[in-house]
């Protein structure tokens, strides 16, 4: 049953008309055209891994390669974990990942293609808050052990001020590259380096299954 | 004719129908997500005044069903359709009871309480840059009793013009305010991302549904030109002309979703003898078009474009190229950055199929910039499963005057310059951040609404239950 002065007003009309107006001028904004404008100059982006290059393309392909696995990788080497350490399974790029039993260090192994030491030494040193170092300077700070017949170019980046260290070591497994890396405090990190290094030096290849 | 036209909006069949519409496109858009994205989903079905609901999506995949398109109701139109059959029935059933100083005073509270709504909506009194230092239960329940204060002066207004029916009529309206507001956010709600290494600043955003064909000039020493071209405007068979730009674009091919680029030469002969020639990347790389993402499956498409540079002046090529969503570094959380680098007319271009940018602006129109300080990324012990990622980053308006260091992190979202900035991702080797960015003007309206059908409700309960009391005693 329908009030008789709302079927003869004027007023649902009015309702009904502004409600259609409302919907249709929210919908119809936003036209797209094209456009130029002018912005200052762009700092080269800090381009993860050095990439960027035309002759960068198989790099490209094996970092995402790495990044989409979905099923665990092989590790394919074998070493003596130190007491107190534990393997876990890799995700995403990580191959396979390490847990030292009362620390917050975060030990990784992740694969690229590319393994250019000052440049990644600089982009550790980067994320501890250290100023970017020549590349004399990282040559006389990195260590190069021999891990069966590969070389391993091993470095300790500490900064006091913020606390923040990385230990890493960059295997020459051309045309990979396998990269270890343990985050953490100096502290935790000075302690564990002893065996941080002993790990590494104990990896033992299984063929070529890397 | 009118009475005609009123009788049906005031019918409660017609109310009952299109909740039957609505049920029967939502169950549609849900199975249609089996083979589309959801964002296709959402526009094909919802977000459209007429869907075409395609027959196949009842039916299992394997099924050989003729691919009937069938005009139906979209999202909207059911919508505009149920607010104004709400709206009718409102304004048949109560009518203002009151008359003299009564009405003028109940008027005026009315117009309060649409001012206490704007003010709580537009986050009137609250700090313009809302840090994340306060618990989440508080903030909630302070946003809920920020709700209930308009809600409280409506009932009161309400009360004055209704009388008895105040209730009723308060929580129509919450429920009408709620469709609104729902409305509102679908058309003009924005999405986007930030990513951002650590130690980096950066000014803009990537909004997560819209692309963007951007021809950067980095020629000039102090600054660099960009033309973009939504990718709205890039269909097949398409040429595109810019007066900033000195060749045309012809549009070979505009893709929803493209592969993983791959290398050419490991492609078996098929596929690369079928692959166009083109420069730049696409010379040394496969990409080809794959079908839309499933929204089931939750992965994002890489919309592509491939195009043919052409002469402003003689028309010939100046070669064609691939441009994908891959080659954009925020795509694929900075692992690499593949530019298409031209050179035409002595300009030098730096060319992405990327994200639309937007550069980051505060309402008084001054630009600001975030820089990521520190990323955090704890996990339980043991495990590779995240426990709490943080990003603490530096807020800069010079404009505005804002020079400050705020903490992000789960659950814990930055509010700034009518927009929200919630941890979203991280990285690889956790080195930077992934922000989502939302801007949503009508974020509040959801705890508005509930708190005024909250309060109409109450106010309703309790008026039948005293009455029910007298009448018993």
Redesign the interface.
């Known amino acids: 049953m329908l009030p008789d002065q709302l079927i003869h007003g004027k007023r649902p009309m009015k309702y009904i008309a502004s409600t259609l107006l409302f919907a249709l001028l929210l919908t119809a904004c936003g036209r797209e055209e094209t456009t130029t404008y002018q912005v200052p100059k762009q700092p080269a982006a800090p381009a993860a891994n050095g990439m960027g290059s035309p002759a960068d393309n198989d790099a490209v392909i094996a970092a995402h390669a790495a990044m989409t696995a979905q099923a665990p990788v092989a590790t394919g080497f074998t070493s003596e974990l130190p007491e107190g350490w534990s393997e876990v399974p890799g995700s995403g790029m990580r191959k396979v990942s390490y847990t030292i039993s009362n620390t917050s260090i975060d030990f990784y192994l992740i694969s690229l293609s590319m393994g250019d030491v000052p440049s990644n030494v600089n982009r550790w040193r980067g994320q501890v808050g250290l100023a970017p170092a020549t590349p004399e300077a990282i040559a006389k700070e990195v260590e190069t052990l021999k891990v069966e017949a590969h070389d391993m170019n091993y470095i300790e980046i500490y900064n006091n001020d913020s606390g923040k260290g990385i230990i890493a070591a960059i295997v020459n497994l051309a045309p990979q590259y396998w990269y270890f890396t343990a985050k953490g405090s100096v502290e935790e990190l000075k302690v564990h380096a002893a065996d941080i290094k002993a790990f590494l030096k104990s990896i033992q290849f299984e063929g070529h299954n890397h | 004719m009118?009475?005609k036209?009123?009788?049906f909006?005031?019918s409660l069949k017609l109310t009952v129908a299109l909740l039957s519409l609505s049920m029967v496109l939502v169950f549609a858009g849900t199975l249609a997500q089996v083979d589309k994205g959801i964002w296709t989903v959402m526009d094909q079905y919802f977000r459209c005044?007429i869907a075409i609901i395609e027959l196949p999506v009842f039916f299992p995949r394997t099924w050989d069903i003729p691919n009937l398109r069938i005009p139906f109701p979209g999202g909207?139109l059911l919508g505009?359709l149920l607010?104004?059959n709400l709206?009718?029935v409102h304004?048949?059933s109560f009518?203002i009871q009151t008359t003299g100083v009564r009405r003028m005073a109940g008027i005026a509270l009315l117009l309060l309480g649409v001012l206490v709504t704007c003010g709580v909506m537009f986050g009137w009194g609250t700090a313009p840059v809302a840090a994340t230092e306060s618990d989440a239960f508080w903030r909630v329940f302070l946003r809920l009793g920020r709700g209930t204060l308009a809600a409280v002066v409506f009932y009161i207004a309400c009360l004055l013009l209704y009388r008895k029916r105040a209730g009723m009529v308060l929580l129509h309206a919450g429920i009408l305010f709620l469709l609104v507001g729902e409305?509102?956010t679908a058309?003009?709600a924005v999405e986007a991302t930030m990513t951002i290494?650590?130690?980096?600043t950066v000014n803009f955003i990537d909004h997560s549904r819209q692309w963007e064909l951007a021809f950067t000039d980095?020629s000039?020493?102090?600054?660099?030109?960009?033309?973009?071209?939504?990718h709205?405007?890039l269909k097949d068979g398409a040429l595109?002309q810019?007066q900033?730009l000195p060749f045309d674009i012809k549009v070979n091919r505009y893709m929803v979703n493209s592969t993983?680029?791959?290398?050419l030469q490991g492609m078996p002969e098929g596929p690369r003898s079928r692959y166009p020639q083109y420069e730049?990347?696409g010379s040394?790389?496969y990409v080809a078009e794959q079908p839309e993402s499933s929204g089931a499956t939750g992965a994002r498409n890489a919309p592509a474009v491939d195009v043919e540079l052409l002469d402003r002046e003689t028309g010939d090529s100046l070669g064609r190229y691939i441009l994908s969503l891959w080659f954009y570094?925020n795509f694929?959380?900075?692992?690499?950055?593949?530019?298409t680098n031209l050179k035409v007319a002595g300009k030098n271009y730096s060319t992405y199929f990327r994200y639309r940018r937007e550069?980051l602006r505060s309402p008084s129109g001054s630009p600001y910039s975030v820089k990521l300080l520190d990323f955090v990324h704890?996990?339980y012990?043991?495990?590779?499963t995240p426990k709490d990622f943080a990003s603490q980053i530096h807020l800069i308006n010079e404009g505005d005057d804002v020079d400050r260091e705020l903490r992000i992190w789960m659950n814990n979202p930055l509010r700034y310059a009518r927009q929200t900035f919630y941890q979203s991702g991280f990285?690889?080797?956790?080195?930077g951040t992934v922000l989502q960015v939302v801007r949503n003007d009508t974020w509040m309206i959801p705890y508005l609404s509930c708190m005024i059908v909250f309060v109409g409700m109450a106010a309703q309960f309790i008026q039948s239950f005293s009455r029910y009391l007298r009448r018993d005693s």
């Open positions: 009118i009475n036209i009123v009788a909006f005031l005044f909207f505009t607010t104004i709206i009718s304004a048949a009518r409305f509102v058309v003009r290494q650590e130690g980096e980095t000039h020493p102090d600054y660099e030109s960009v033309t973009v071209i939504p709205r405007k595109i810019s900033d993983q680029p791959r290398p730049g990347y040394r790389l570094p694929v959380n900075r692992s690499w950055d593949m530019p550069y704890e996990k012990e043991g495990t590779q990285l690889p080797g956790d080195g």
